[in-house]
């Protein structure tokens, strides 16, 4: 079974420009979560989707947005970019009724902005 | 406001020891805790979990702790291996889905040879 492929892998933007980070969940898996890890912070909850639907939602700024598709895959998007942006995103997925907690993480994309 | 905290940036221990990584928590409505295992340059992956109706759960070489009156979890590896060598974060999950987990900061585990 494929694992969660997240593009890209790294990425470079600059202050105030816009970015679309990609996730692809393992083949059944319908919740997607996304996570922000930063030196000192750990791992911070974005947002979850399931079946399409915002279902769980962290406290961050409305510049940070996600969707998902149909087939699952899920995109997050950060608007109007801000140095502290800067940290690794990580996208976690898991089947609908597992409730162990048992999230399957992406590689990450790792944003640098300048 | 930090609900779960590893106070404990990084760790050294010696190959063959004991290691024991520390998590304290604040929300008594977490109900299920977890450990996962970071490499560099991956995603952090599933170690070991527990169900706060539980105090122990054992896998092989990893056994969780807790102490629900005291907030406090904690992971033993024993005896310690140079592959375990990696960040560690404990994650807490609230009793209405498993979800939204809430993650610590990472404790760094360095296993000396």
């Known amino acids: 079974k494929a694992g969660v492929t997240q593009t890209p892998r790294y990425l470079i933007k600059t202050r105030g420009q816009q970015v679309t980070l990609s996730c692809s969940p393992i083949?059944?898996?319908?919740?997607v979560s996304w996570y922000q890890q930063t030196p000192g912070q750990g791992l911070q909850f974005l947002f979850e989707?399931?079946?399409?639907?915002?279902?769980n939602k962290g406290n961050f700024p409305g510049r940070f947005s996600g969707r998902q598709f149909s087939n699952s895959r899920s995109e997050m998007n950060v608007s109007t970019l801000e140095l502290g942006d800067s940290a690794l995103y990580l996208c976690?997925?898991?089947?609908?009724?597992?409730?162990?907690?048992?999230?399957?993480f992406g590689e990450g994309s790792r944003l640098t902005v300048l | 406001d930090q609900q779960v905290k590893q106070n404990s940036p990084s760790l050294s221990v010696q190959e063959g020891r004991i290691s024991i990584l520390n998590c304290d928590y604040t929300?008594?409505?977490?109900?299920?805790f977890l450990w996962y295992k970071k490499y560099p340059a991956e995603g952090p992956t599933f170690l070991i979990s527990?169900?706060?109706?539980?105090d122990k759960n054992e896998d092989g070489r990893f056994t969780v702790f807790l102490n629900k009156s005291a907030k406090h979890l904690s992971l033993h590896i024993v005896p310690s291996q140079p592959g375990d060598s990696a960040v560690y974060f404990c994650?807490?999950?609230?009793?209405?889905?498993?979800?939204?987990?809430?993650f610590g900061q990472g404790t760094r585990l360095t296993i000396n040879p």
């Open positions: 083949s059944g898996h319908r919740s």
């Open positions: 929300n008594s409505m977490f109900d299920y």
């Open positions: 976690a997925s898991s089947e609908w009724g597992l409730y162990t907690g048992e999230l399957f």
């Open positions: 989707y399931f079946s399409e639907t915002q279902r």
């Open positions: 994650a807490a999950s609230p009793p209405q889905g498993a979800q939204k987990l809430v």
């Open positions: 527990i169900s706060s109706i539980k």
